[in-house]
C-alpha cells in the first residue's frame, strides 16, 4: 500500500488550515455579546403591529418579573408618529381586562369582536392606552391583582419619555373583575397595603443566586401608581355586601360571589374579619379620589347593579365628581337580550367612556408636581387632589 506524497499532504493540510481560518472569521463576526452578569430579561424581538390610523401596537411588552410567577406582559396602542403630542405627552388609559380573576386576557372585552381594534381607535384620537394582563386566583390571592396593575403604571411612567405619555394624565379602565381593580387603583393612591414595592425577605436571591435588593427597579418605584379618574363597567366595589345584594334579586349564589372566593381566600360571607372589605373599594373613598365613571346592566346576573350603585352613592356623599349610567335590561357584559341590544349596549357604554376620557384627561391642566394624599413628596409621582 502506497503512503500519500509530499504534495498531497501539503494540499490538505493548507485546506485544513483555511476552513480553519474561515470558521474563526465566521465566529468572530457571529460573536454573541456577553453582559457583566447573568440576563434574565426576555430579549425576544418585539414586533411592532400597524393599526389603521398610523397607530403602532406593541404586544407582550414585559413590565414586571417576580420571582417565582411568570413574566407579566402588557400590550401598548400608539398614537401615530405624525400626530403632534402635547407639550407634556399624550394622556394614559390602562385597560384592565375582566375574567372573575380566574381567567381572561389583555385583549378581549364583552362583545367585542375584536377588542385590541377598539383600543387602537383610542389611541387613534390621541391617547397612549395599554392593556395589561395581571396574575390570577390561582396564581396569588388579592392583593396581587391590584400590586400588579399599579406596577404596571408605575412602569408606563417609567418609559414616559420613550412612548410620549404624560406622567400626570392617567385613567384606569376595566370591566368585571377588571372594574373592581380599576376602582380599586382609583380610591388607594397611597396605600401602603397595596404597595407593589414589597420590602425584601431578608436573605433572599435572585435568579442568579446574588442577594436581592428590591423586587422591582429603581426607575419603577420611585414613579407614582396614582391615576387621575376611572371607568368601571360592572365592577365589585364591596365584597361584604355581594352575596346580600344578589340574595335580594334573587339570584344567589350568583358566578360573581363563586369567584370572589378563590380570589379572597374565603368566602366573602365568612371572611376572617376586614379581610373582605379590605380589597373592596368602598372603605377607601375619600374625598381626594378622582372622578369615576360607573356603567352596569340593571339586569346584571353576576354582579348585581347595587354594587355599581353602592359605589356611586359613596362616591357622591364624599364629594367625588361620579357618573352612574344604568342599562335597562342589560345582563353582564352588557349583554341584552338579543344582538341588537347587546351591541346598542356595548356602543353606548364605549361612546360615554371614551366621551368621559375627552373630558377627565383631555381638558385637565396637568401639574408640574404633585403630592400625594399624605403629604409626601411626589414630584415623580402625580397624585390626584388637584382634581
Known amino acids: 500500500m502506497k503512503s500519500p506524497g509530499y504534495a498531497a499532504v501539503t494540499s490538505r493540510t493548507l485546506t485544513l488550515l483555511l476552513t480553519l481560518a474561515m470558521a474563526q472569521s465566521s465566529w468572530a463576526a457571529a460573536e454573541p455579546e456577553i453582559a457583566a452578569r447573568g440576563v434574565v430579561d426576555d430579549r425576544y424581538p418585539s414586533h411592532p403591529v400597524a393599526f389603521p390610523e398610523g397607530v403602532t ?145 431578608a436573605g433572599a436571591l435572585d435568579r442568579e443566586g446574588r442577594p436581592l435588593l428590591g423586587i422591582l427597579p429603581a426607575d419603577v418605584v420611585r414613579q407614582s401608581d396614582c391615576v387621575q379618574g376611572a371607568v368601571a363597567w360592572y365592577g365589585v366595589f364591596d365584597f ?46 375619600d374625598a381626594a379620589d378622582p372622578p369615576m365613571l360607573l356603567i352596569h346592566g340593571a339586569a346584571d346576573r353576576i354582579v348585581p347593579s347595587s354594587q355599581s350603585q353602592q359605589m356611586a352613592a359613596a362616591l357622591e356623599q364624599a364629594g367625588v365628581p361620579v357618573e352612574l349610567m344604568l342599562l335597562k335590561g342589560i345582563d353582564h357584559g352588557l349583554v341584552g337580550r338579543n344582538q341588537a341590544q347587546t351591541r346598542e349596549a356595548s356602543l353606548s357604554a364605549l361612546k360615554a367612556t371614551f366621551d368621559f376620557f375627552d373630558k377627565t384627561l383631555k381638558d385637565r391642566q396637568p401639574q408640574v408636581e404633585d403630592r400625594d394624599r399624605h403629604g409626601q413628596e411626589g414630584a415623580a409621582r402625580p397624585a390626584n387632589e388637584d382634581l
Open 240 to 285: 361584604t355586601t355581594l352575596r346580600e345584594q344578589a340574595g335580594a334579586k334573587g339570584i344567589a349564589p350568583t358566578p360573581g360571589i363563586q369567584a370572589a372566593t378563590p380570589y379572597l381566600g374565603c368566602d366573602p360571607a365568612s371572611c376572617p374579619p376586614g379581610l373582605a372589605a379590605g380589597a373592596s373599594s368602598l372603605p377607601y373613598v
Open 57 to 201: 401596537g406593541f404586544p407582550d411588552l414585559t413590565y414586571a418579573a417576580l420571582p417565582g410567577y411568570r413574566p407579566l406582559t402588557l400590550d401598548l396602542y400608539l398614537p401615530a408618529e405624525s400626530m403632534p403630542a402635547p407639550a407634556t405627552g399624550f394622556p394614559l388609559v390602562v385597560y384592565i381586562h375582566g375574567g372573575g380573576w380566574t381567567a381572561g386576557h389583555a385583549r378581549h372585552a364583552g362583545a367585542f369582536a375584536d377588542f385590541p381594534k377598539v383600543l387602537a381607535t383610542l389611541a387613534a384620537k390621541g391617547y397612549v392606552v395599554a392593556s395589561v394582563n395581571y396574575r390570577l386566583s390561582s396564581e396569588a390571592r388579592s392583593p396581587a391583582a391590584v400590586m400588579d396593575i399599579k406596577t404596571a403604571i408605575r412602569w408606563l411612567r417609567s418609559k414616559a419619555a420613550d412612548y410620549r405619555i404624560d406622567p400626570a394624565r392617567a385613567v384606569a379602565w376595566g370591566g368585571s373583575a377588571g372594574g373592581q381593580l380599576a376602582g380599586l387603583v382609583a380610591v388607594s393612591c397611597g396605600v401602603e397595603a397595596f404597595d407593589p414595592d414589597l420590602p425584601v425577605p
